[in-house]
């Protein structure tokens, strides 16, 4: 791909007389410290999404780059640590996200000459590397890590552009990372609009009070010393840890399985399920969701086209978003990390059988059930352990990252919906990625892998061929 960069400016956290004035007039602490949520994701990858927008002919890019440019200062002011850095000085117990007024945020502005529509389609393969140069880098090094970074990318000969982020996972979770870009988006489609040109709808107001995440268990202390002794002793590094890296041929695919399949394969399970369960009572069996069938299927399809045969276990990890399953509720606008893990283990055997589907989607539902109740942080010091040796082995480990709950095609900057959205990141972390559909078709998944050009052929021919069956 031939693509240049054009410039790198720094966007300010304030613009204007008037946003300086409302950034004194919000409450917001100028340090956040990193709570128990947030610290398991102290030294992993950046969470990198990259977004593609189709647009006419006419468009300007001066006046494109300059409301973005002009939006993305604004809604800094309503999301001030985002423009901060996290540190971890000898003197602090643990890291914290200091920020200043001043503090600056990475906007590179990019021109491309790849071929656009081959970028941004669903229909075919992407290599891997052809999204590198749109997403940027985030400025990470074992003393300071900046929270986010931001690239616009144009394609003078495609009639798009591209915005490519890089968020820090231990500022951030999904739902507070897409809250922040469909908030730049709002202000920006509403530039000019709105006098103070910063009201956001209740749902993207965000959150800061850390005083709502209670550690009655004493997580906090345990996960400091993890991290404190992941590369050996009293180490305070911030680096991102050492990921395996994708293959030189790495292709990324998108598959969608809509809603008829779901409810499809939903029946289908229910059935086996009665089956293997029948002497048991009805309220023992599982919940099938959407997200239960959609990775245990994606997972399964993996596995058959691996045609791999192994002895040690299969291993899948997933999130919780736990704001609603707290008593009372933490906030839905809470900002930061409000996310527990859970992990499944299989035999590959079992897995690859008639009833593997049947399985995984038994374990998923399983281990959403025990997040009930109390349950939610049970075991919770095992997350950062597990998730570290997961993503520094070389074996594959299935994680999976986003929502289709996030409404990521919802974001609108003022040019429509966008054409695709990638979880770029994916590539090192060898998660699969959900989101909804981007056709607004309700209840329509797309799922997000990138694999070996041969593996990712065998999977697509599996994956379509397992939903003609059920
Ligand atoms: C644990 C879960 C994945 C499990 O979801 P499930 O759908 O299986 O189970 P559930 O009990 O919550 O929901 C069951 C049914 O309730 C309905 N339902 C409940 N809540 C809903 C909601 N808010 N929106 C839409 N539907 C909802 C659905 O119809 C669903 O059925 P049906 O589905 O059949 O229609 C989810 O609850 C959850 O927490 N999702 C968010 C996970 C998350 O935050 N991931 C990002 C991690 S950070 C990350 O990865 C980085 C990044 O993204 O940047």
Not at 137 to 150: C, R, Y
Not at 373 to 378: A, F, M, P, V, Y
Not at 418 to 436: D, F, H, R, Y
Request: with cysteine.
């Amino acid at each position: 791909m031939s693509g240049q960069i054009g410039c790198i400016c720094q966007c300010p956290t304030y613009m204007d007389a008037f946003a300086a004035l409302f950034a004194q007039a919000t409450p917001t602490p100028e340090a956040l410290p990193l709570t128990l949520f947030d610290l398991p994701w102290l030294r992993f990858a950046p969470v990198q999404r990259l977004f593609f927008y189709e647009i006419s002919n006419s468009f300007e890019t001066t006046t494109l780059l300059s409301k973005l440019k002009a939006s993305l200062s604004v809604t800094l002011q309503r999301f001030r640590p985002l423009a901060g850095n996290i540190t971890w000085p000898q003197h602090s117990p643990k890291p914290v996200l200091n920020y200043v007024q001043g503090d600056a945020v990475s906007l590179t502005i990019a021109e491309s000459h790849a071929n656009f529509h081959h970028l941004s389609s669903r229909s075919n393969f992407v290599e891997a590397k052809e999204y590198h140069p749109l997403v940027p880098q985030l400025p990470i090094s074992h003393e300071k890590a900046a929270a986010v970074a931001f690239q616009v990318t144009v394609f003078p000969n495609g009639n798009g552009f591209s915005i490519g982020t890089s968020m820090h996972h231990a500022i951030l979770d999904g739902k507070s990372s897409t809250m922040f870009v469909k908030s730049w988006a709002h202000i920006c489609k509403h530039l000019g609009d709105d006098p103070s040109g910063s009201a956001l709808p209740d749902q993207l107001k965000p959150f800061f009070d850390r005083r709502v995440v209670q550690d009655p268990a004493g997580l906090e202390p345990i996960f400091l010393n993890q991290l404190q002794n992941l590369d050996g002793p009293n180490n305070r590094s911030l680096m991102v840890t050492q990921f395996k890296s994708p293959p030189p041929d790495a292709v990324r695919g998108i598959f969608v399985i809509t809603r008829p399949e779901i409810e499809a394969m939903k029946q289908w399970v229910s059935t086996k399920m009665a089956e293997m369960i029948k002497n048991e009572k009805q309220s023992d069996r599982p919940h099938l969701s959407t997200f239960s069938v959609t990775c245990a299927y994606t997972w399964v399809c993996l596995l058959k086209a691996e045609e791999k045969q192994t002895d040690k276990p299969d291993m899948m990890g997933f999130t919780l978003d736990c704001r609603p399953r707290f008593d009372p509720p933490i906030p839905a606008n809470y900002f930061g990390n409000c996310i527990a893990g859970r992990v499944i283990v299989a035999e590959r055997k079992g897995l690859l059988g008639e009833d593997g589907l049947t399985v995984v989607v038994n374990e998923i539902s399983e281990a959403i059930k025990g997040a009930d109740g109390d349950g939610i942080l049970k075991r919770a010091e095992t997350l950062l352990p597990i998730l570290y040796s997961a993503v520094r082995s070389e074996k594959r480990s299935m994680g999976v990252a986003g929502s289709p709950r996030f409404g990521i095609y919802d974001t609108d900057f003022g040019w429509g919906r966008p054409s695709k959205v990638e979880v770029v990141s994916i590539e090192e972390t060898g998660a699969m990625s959900l989101a909804e559909s981007r056709d607004g078709i309700a209840g329509d998944v797309e799922v997000g892998l990138v694999l070996e050009k041969h593996h990712m052929q065998a999977f697509a021919s599996v994956f379509a061929k397992g939903l003609q069956d059920i």
